[in-house]
C-alpha cells in the first residue's frame, strides 16, 4: 500500500488548486489541502485491509463489504471480452473517474444542505485518513492549526469554514482521482477511465511504458517519489515558495538587495 505517498500527493494537488477554486484564505486552503490528502486515500475502501476500511472499525468495515459487493457485481456486469477474470473488488469502482465525480457531487449537496457542520465533519474525517497514512504526529499539528484558526480569525471562523461548502466536493473529487493517477503508475495499473472500452477491455488498465512503472513500498516510491512530493508539500504551503524565491535571488544577487537600502 502507498497510503503516505497517496496522502502526501493529494495534499499538493489540494494546495495548487485551492487559489483556481477559490479558497483564497490561509485557513481555506489548508482545509481544502486536508481534505483532498485524506480523501486520496478514500479509493481503497475496496480493500479490507486498508487504512481506510479500519479507521472508524465496523463502520468503514460494513462500507468496505457494500462497496466490494457493489464493484463486484457492477464487474461482472459490465467487464468486456478481454478482462481479465477477475473477483472486480479492489481497483475497480472506486478507481474511477466516475466514483470520483459521483462522490464530489455528493459532498456538495451534503455540505450546502448541512452548513459548517456537514464542512467540518468532512474536513475531519479527511484529516483522520491522512493521519492514520502519515503518522500520530499529524493530529497535533491539526488541533494547533484549529487553535491558530479560531484565534486568528475569532466569529468570522465558521463562515469561512462554510464558504467551503461550494469547493469541498471538488476537493473531494480530485482526492480521489489523484489516487487513481498514483495507482496508474504502478505495475498494476488503475482501469480509471471506466466505462470506456479500450482494446476490447470496459475496465482497461491504465499505466505507462514497463520502464516508468514502479512497485508500491520499494526503492522507486520510497527514495524517490515520498521525499520529492514532501518537498513539493512544503514548498507549496501558502507564502513558502515567494518567500523561498526571494531568499534565493537575494542570495543570488546581493548587490541589488545592498541597493534598494
Not at 46 to 67: E, F, Q
Not at 90 to 117: D, E, M, N
Amino acid at each position: 500500500m502507498m497510503g503516505r505517498t497517496h496522502a502526501l500527493t493529494g495534499w499538493c494537488a489540494g494546495l495548487a488548486l485551492a487559489p483556481a477554486v477559490g479558497a483564497d484564505t490561509v485557513h481555506q486552503a489548508v482545509a481544502f489541502a486536508a481534505t483532498t490528502a485524506g480523501f486520496a486515500l478514500l479509493p481503497d475502501l475496496d480493500h479490507p485491509g486498508a487504512r481506510a476500511s479500519k479507521l472508524l472499525g465496523p463502520v468503514t468495515g460494513a462500507i468496505s463489504w457494500l462497496l466490494r459487493k457493489v464493484s463486484g457485481f457492477l464487474y461482472q456486469l459490465t467487464k468486456g471480452p478481454r478482462d481479465e477474470k477477475r473477483t472486480g473488488t479492489h481497483r475497480h469502482l472506486s478507481h474511477t473517474v466516475l466514483f470520483a465525480a459521483g462522490l464530489g457531487a455528493l459532498t456538495t449537496a451534503a455540505t450546502k444542505a448541512g452548513g459548517w457542520y456537514v464542512v467540518a465533519g468532512i474536513v475531519l474525517f479527511g484529516v483522520l485518513l491522512a493521519e492514520d497514512a502519515l503518522g500520530d504526529w499529524l493530529l497535533p499539528v491539526a488541533g494547533g492549526a484549529v487553535i491558530w484558526w479560531v484565534y486568528s480569525v475569532g466569529g468570522q471562523g465558521a463562515g469561512q469554514l462554510e464558504e467551503l461548502s461550494g469547493w469541498l466536493g471538488i476537493a473531494v473529487a480530485v482526492g480521489c482521482f489523484v489516487h487513481c493517477l498514483g495507482d496508474a503508475l504502478t505495475e498494476s495499473g488503475c482501469p480509471f477511465l471506466f466505462p470506456v472500452p479500450i482494446a476490447g477491455e470496459t475496465w482497461y488498465e491504465i499505466r505507462p511504458p514497463k520502464p516508468l512503472r514502479f512497485t508500491t513500498g520499494k526503492k522507486v516510491e520510497n527514495l524517490l517519489i515520498f521525499p520529492v512530493f514532501v518537498v513539493a508539500a512544503a514548498l507549496l504551503f501558502p507564502g513558502v515558495w515567494p518567500a523561498v524565491s526571494q531568499a534565493v535571488g537575494d542570495f543570488l544577487n546581493p548587490g541589488a538587495v545592498q541597493a534598494g537600502q
